[in-house]
Every structure is written in structure tokens, then in C-alpha cells.
């Protein structure tokens, strides 16, 4: 006799089930994002998290237990990070020109960024540490994570407004800049990893290498920029 | 890859011994990151030229397969939603009009001011 609940037992606790089930919602993501012919709108990412998500609510998982499985695709985030240093060198040349440019555009695009979504989450009466769970969301998830836990937000909280701001910019992203008739590339790409992080950076890089460039650079100095400042800015205004 | 991979890993490593060793509020991978690219530019000046690949063999190829499929390695944190369902069913409505109007707000700006800045200092 197969003792089912042994099994059960067994998936539940070993890495490899949690892990294998990562890929297969991302492949199924992918494919979904496929049939709806690659549309902005229909985020592989999202896909992947909906489905994921609605398995641990039904079958009673826990989260915890799962991210012992998925955390060895979450660990490749840093070497991910770290490996945005390849398409900024092969487009150096091109992007040195634009350099104060660029900076000047991240550092005030990071700052208007984070002070509409908190002036929105004040004006319609958020908790204090839903609020600063908000104003890091533009940044790349562990690092808005260090922040919110440094001015009193929730740092898993803050992960899934990270997320959720990526796949904003990723998926409306491009419509806004149409609509506000931005063409240059570059700062097309600027405005994508300033505001949306490695998700608009994914994006980026699979519309156009400039554009690709240009916002993993802009996501880099808006890390920067976001983790050096926002903690001061914070202190100051609500401190 | 194994190149690539290790390459990366050890950026990483001294981005995050940097980092704590001199209490920087900047994480580990984006100090790595900056420590990759100042080490291929200077590779580039000590040789003179630019090389075709860029760093060790098999660098680039790693970075594009990671890179190919970054939205993937954001999926686990994303899944962790479900541990503040109660807190979206209280605060969904300035939570959502945050992430959305912010992240449009910070997209269209930024946008129009680069595209303004790139003219005017090329």
C-alpha cells in the first residue's frame, strides 16, 4: 500500500516540490503571456504569483514552508543585480554621453515617484507603517526591504508593493510614455528602471538594448540614490 | 558559465563584505554590481582596447540567461502576498492608488525629464 499521507508529508517539507512548482508556474506564465500574444498587459510575473498563490491558499501551505523551496530562485537576485553590470558595459560608450543627464532624471524621478504614492496613502488615511511600507516601492526588492525595515514599515509588505509597482510599470509603463510622447530610448529606459525596477528592466531589454541599458543603469543609481536618501528625508519629514 | 557564475558570486561577495565592513546603506549586489562594471572599464584601459566578449569567458552568457529571465526570480517574494491578505483587505484602496498613480506619476516624469535633460546636455 502507498501511504499518501507519507508522501504529502514528504513534498510539504523537501525544498525540491516548492521548487519544481516555482518553475512550472513560471513556464505556465509564460506560456499564458504568449497567447495573449506578448500584450503589456499580460505579465508572465503575475501569472506565476496568481497561481502560486491561489495553490498555498487552497492546499493550506504556509508561505514559510514554500520559500524554503523557492528560495533558491530568489537567492539569484544578487548575482542577477550584480550581472546588470554586462548590459550597461556593452552600451557604455552610448550611455556615457547621457551620463549627468541620466542622473539628474533618476534622482528626481526616484523622489517623485515615492512622494505621490505616500501623499495618496496619507491622503486616504493609510496606517503609519503601511505608509512606509509604500515609500521604497520603486527600488529592487531587497533593498526597498533594508529600507522599509529602517523607517518603520513592514518588509514583507513592502516586497509585495515592490512587486506590484514592476509589473505596473512593466505592463502600463510603455503606454504612458507614448502617451506623454517620450521616444528617445534612452529615456524610455530611464523611466522604466527608475520607476519599475528589474521588472521594467526586463522589459526594457526585451523591447530594445538602449532602452535595456539605460534602465539597468537607472535601477543601479535609483538603489543608490533611494538607500542613501530616503531614510535622511524620512527622519526629517515624519521623525 | 561556471565562469560567469563564479565571477558574479564573488562581485557579490565583496560588494556585501563592503558594505558591512564600511556600515554602507547600499546593498551587497548593487555594490557588486558597480565593482563588475569599474573592473571591466579598467581591464578595457589597461589593455587599451575593448575586448569583443566582455570579463571572463562565458560572463556574458551567464548575464544574458540570468537577465533573460529576471521576472522569474522575482516570482517567490511576490507569492508572499498571501501573508498580508489581511492587511490588502483593510488598506487596499490607498495601497493600489499609491502603487499605481506613483509608479505612472514616476514613469511619466521621469521619461519627459530625461528626454528633456538628453536634449539640452546631449
Redesign the interface.
Known amino acids: 500500500m502507498v501511504d499518501l499521507a507519507q508522501i504529502w508529508v514528504y513534498l510539504a517539507r523537501d525544498p525540491l516540490a516548492a521548487l519544481t512548482a516555482?518553475?512550472l508556474?513560471?513556464m505556465a506564465g509564460l506560456r499564458l503571456a504568449a497567447l495573449c500574444r506578448w500584450h503589456p498587459a499580460a505579465?508572465?510575473?503575475l501569472f506565476?504569483?496568481a497561481l502560486?498563490?491561489a495553490a498555498?491558499?487552497l492546499t493550506g501551505i504556509e508561505?514559510r514552508q514554500?520559500?524554503q523551496g523557492?528560495?533558491f530562485?530568489?537567492f539569484?537576485?544578487?548575482?542577477?543585480?550584480?550581472?546588470?553590470?554586462?548590459?550597461?558595459?556593452?552600451q557604455?560608450q552610448h550611455v556615457r554621453?547621457?551620463a549627468?543627464?541620466?542622473l539628474?532624471?533618476?534622482i528626481?524621478?526616484?523622489g517623485?515617484?515615492?512622494a505621490?504614492?505616500?501623499a495618496?496613502?496619507l491622503?486616504?488615511?493609510?496606517?503609519p507603517e503601511?505608509t512606509a511600507s509604500?515609500a521604497p516601492?520603486?527600488v529592487t526588492?531587497?533593498?526597498a526591504m533594508?529600507i522599509a525595515e529602517?523607517i518603520g514599515g513592514?518588509p514583507?509588505?513592502t516586497?509585495?508593493?515592490?512587486?506590484?509597482?514592476?509589473v505596473?510599470?512593466a505592463t502600463?509603463?510603455p503606454m504612458?510614455?507614448n502617451?506623454?510622447r517620450?521616444?528617445?530610448w534612452?529615456?524610455?529606459g530611464?523611466?522604466?528602471g527608475?520607476?519599475?525596477h528589474?521588472?521594467?528592466?526586463?522589459r526594457a531589454?526585451a523591447v530594445n538594448a538602449t532602452a535595456g541599458a539605460f534602465s539597468g543603469m537607472?535601477m543601479?543609481l535609483n538603489?543608490?540614490a533611494t538607500?542613501?536618501l530616503l531614510?535622511l528625508l524620512w527622519r526629517l519629514v515624519f521623525g | 558559465m561556471i565562469n560567469g557564475?563564479t565571477l558574479?558570486?564573488l562581485?557579490?561577495l565583496c560588494?556585501e563584505v563592503l558594505a558591512r565592513a564600511l556600515h554602507l546603506?547600499?546593498?551587497?549586489?548593487?555594490i557588486?554590481?558597480?565593482l563588475?562594471?569599474a573592473g571591466?572599464?579598467l581591464r578595457d584601459r589597461l589593455r587599451g582596447s575593448p575586448a569583443e566578449a566582455?570579463?571572463a569567458p562565458g560572463?556574458?552568457q551567464?548575464?544574458?540567461t540570468?537577465?533573460?529571465?529576471?521576472?522569474?526570480?522575482?516570482?517567490?517574494?511576490?507569492?508572499?502576498?498571501?501573508?498580508?491578505l489581511p492587511?490588502?483587505a483593510r488598506?487596499w484602496?490607498?495601497?493600489?492608488?499609491?502603487?499605481?498613480?506613483?509608479?505612472?506619476?514616476?514613469?511619466?516624469?521621469?521619461?519627459?525629464?530625461?528626454?528633456a535633460?538628453?536634449r539640452?546636455?546631449?
Open positions: 516555482t518553475l508556474a513560471w505579465n508572465p510575473v506565476a504569483v502560486l498563490a498555498l491558499l508561505y514554500y520559500f523557492a528560495q530562485v530568489h539569484l537576485l544578487g548575482p542577477a543585480t550584480v550581472a546588470l553590470a554586462v548590459p550597461l558595459y556593452r557604455w554621453r547621457s549627468l543627464a541620466a539628474l532624471a533618476v528626481a524621478g526616484g517623485v515617484a515615492a505621490v504614492g505616500v495618496f496613502a491622503m486616504l488615511g493609510a496606517a503601511i509604500l516601492r520603486s526588492t531587497p533593498v533594508g529602517q513592514l514583507g509588505l516586497a509585495a508593493v515592490v512587486l506590484a509597482s514592476g505596473t510599470g502600463l509603463g504612458t510614455l502617451a506623454m517620450v521616444k528617445d534612452r529615456a524610455r530611464l523611466a522604466m527608475t520607476a519599475a528589474g521588472l521594467g528592466t526586463a531589454i537607472a543601479g538603489a543608490l538607500a542613501l531614510p | 557564475l558574479l558570486l562581485c557579490q560588494g546603506p547600499v546593498p551587497g549586489p548593487v557588486g554590481m558597480a563588475l562594471f571591466l572599464l566582455p570579463g560572463l556574458g551567464t548575464a544574458d540570468l537577465l533573460m529571465h529576471l521576472g522569474l526570480l522575482f516570482v517567490p517574494a511576490g507569492v508572499g502576498v498571501v501573508v498580508y492587511q490588502l488598506d484602496a490607498p495601497l493600489s492608488l499609491a502603487v499605481v498613480a506613483g509608479t505612472l506619476a514616476g514613469i511619466a516624469f521621469t521619461g519627459r525629464l530625461a528626454q535633460l538628453i539640452r546636455l546631449g
